[in-house]
T-cell receptor, first 115, second 112 residues
């Protein structure tokens, strides 16, 4: 079975802090994704990566950056956390192929609260 | 942006009732993929089905069935004889090239 893990289930940070969310997958998948989930808005793509050191902006990249130094690990960074970044963050991975055509496998999510 | 619309925000049924979750998508492409995911209270999205645009056959998997109607751009999901464990948020999604779009989700509550 594909396993996608995220470093924290719950996180509380203060405004202005730098926040790192980590995601690891164990299936040698090429593609990895970061989404945020907000009530009534579904999932919105922040960034995705189709290879090591490669990244593409999604729909809402502002205020976020990502890092993919190893194939299995994809990090989401909030450079200076703000209260409007309070949300559920979901990581996903998929195997080789166009990023939006293969099945994505999701981690359990990180619920981030910024005070 | 080409949207995916799940018009039903919340649905509540009593156990053993059948329930259909609607999904309507927009796309200008002839090749695309459609997905359904389930998000139980634990939070992790669980993959249910992937269907490509050239395969309009309906699919049945146990109590779950999917009706793909290309003419109306719909990909509806029916649960037959619902159970309490079916309570979750269900997301429909459409993917083509590098554009994956999720609907806002439908929260299904199945009462005993």
């Amino acid at each position: 079975d594909v396993k996608v893990t995220q470093s924290s289930r719950y996180l509380v940070k203060r405004t202005g802090e730098k926040v790192f969310l980590e995601c690891v997958q164990d299936m040698d998948h090429e593609n990895m994704f970061w989404y945020r989930q907000d009530p009534g808005l579904g999932l919105r793509l922040i960034y995705f990566s189709y290879d090591v050191k490669m990244k593409e902006k999604g729909d809402i990249p502002e205020g976020y950056s990502v890092s993919r130094e190893k194939k299995e690990r994809f990090s989401l960074i909030l450079e200076s956390a703000s209260t409007n970044q309070t949300s559920m963050y979901l990581c996903a991975s998929s195997s080789r192929g166009l990023a939006a055509t293969d099945t994505q496998y999701f981690g359990p999510g990180t619920r981030l609260t910024v005070l | 942006a080409q949207k995916v619309t799940q018009a039903q925000t919340e649905i509540s049924v009593v156990e053993k009732e059948d329930v259909t979750l609607d999904c309507v998508y927009e796309t200008r492409d002839t090749t695309y993929y459609l997905f359904w995911y389930k998000q139980p209270p634990s939070g992790e999205l669980v993959f249910l089905i992937r269907r490509n645009s050239f395969d309009e056959q309906n699919e049945i998997s146990g109590r779950y069935s999917w009706n793909f109607q290309k003419s109306t751009s719909s990909f509806n999901f029916t649960i037959t004889a619902s159970q309490v464990v079916d309570s979750a948020v269900y997301f429909c999604a459409r993917g083509n090239n590098n554009d994956m779009r999720f609907g806002a989700g439908t929260r299904l509550t199945v009462k005993p």
